[in-house]
T-cell receptor, first 115, second 114 residues
Framework: AQSVSQHNHHVILSEAASLELGCNYS??????LFWYVQYPGQHLQLLLK??????LVKGIKGFEAEFIKSKFSFNLRKPSVQWSDTAEYFC?????????????FGTGTLLAVQP | ETGVTQSPTHLIKTRGQQVTLRCSSQ?????VSWYQQALGQGPQFIFQ???????GRGNFPPRFSGLQFPNYSSELNVNALELDDSALYLC?????????????FGPGTRLTVT
């Protein structure tokens, strides 16, 4: 079955700490990978995406993620978090070249950054 | 550029009733997808519409149905509401129906079924 696992449900960090959120997927084919973020009271928005090429992708606000095909992983990282990074983060996948852009999401990680 | 909008923001219905949720796509987007996000879960794909035709469906029963109009706006209809239908319903639009199309999400409609 197709699925996405996010290992951390709640993460609490102090400002300037480094962040790594885990994401593993199970999918019978070639995938596109995404990280979405939902800031308090705002829409779900795209943080970064991987379709092909360099497995290290950079997104907005200093976030990056690395696709490791052998581990079916797409972990999100940021060297130094800020209070404004407090949000819920979702990892998602879909089928590359698929007939639809159906996204399969993980259950999300709630990040709280303490000032 | 106008983003994705959804109405209403909140809705309370009784079990057994029917509900219609509405979505206006981002300008120029011909594909709309609907997702259900239960509390503490990630969004789950309900279905996608492309140029007024259903173009993919998730694991939801037939009482979940939809429409897409010529202006690419969309409706999600749910019949015979059940308590488990209580969730945030998200609409997302994109320029393409395929996997590489970035999806832009609306703010959602919070449905409570009592």
């Amino acid at each position: 079955a197709q699925s996405v696992s996010q290992h951390n449900h709640h993460v609490i960090l102090s400002e300037a700490a480094s962040l790594e959120l885990g994401c593993n997927y199970s999918y019978g084919g070639t995938v596109n990978l995404f990280w979405y973020v939902q800031y308090p009271g705002q829409h779900l928005q795209l943080l970064l995406k991987y379709f092909s090429g360099d497995p290290l992708v950079k997104g907005i606000k200093g976030f990056e993620a690395e696709f490791i095909k052998s581990k079916f992983s797409f972990n999100l990282r940021k060297p130094s978090v800020q209070w404004s990074d407090t949000a819920e983060y979702f990892c998602a996948v879909n089928a590359r070249g698929g007939a639809t852009n159906k996204l399969i999401f993980g259950t999300g990680t709630l990040l709280a950054v303490q000032p | 550029e106008t983003g994705v909008t959804q109405s209403p923001t909140h809705l309370i219905k009784t079990r057994g009733q029917q509900v219609t949720l509405r979505c206006s796509s981002q300008s120029g987007h011909n594909t709309v997808s609907w997702y259900q996000q239960a509390l503490g879960q990630g969004p789950q794909f309900i279905f996608q519409y492309y140029r007024e035709e259903e173009n993919g469906r998730g694991n939801f029963p037939p009482r979940f149905s939809g429409l897409q109009f010529p202006n690419y706006s969309s409706e999600l209809n749910v019949n015979a509401l059940e308590l488990d239908d209580s969730a945030l319903y998200l609409c997302a639009s994109s320029l393409t129906r395929q996997g590489e199309g970035e999806q832009y999400f609306g703010p959602g409609t919070r449905l409570t079924v009592t």
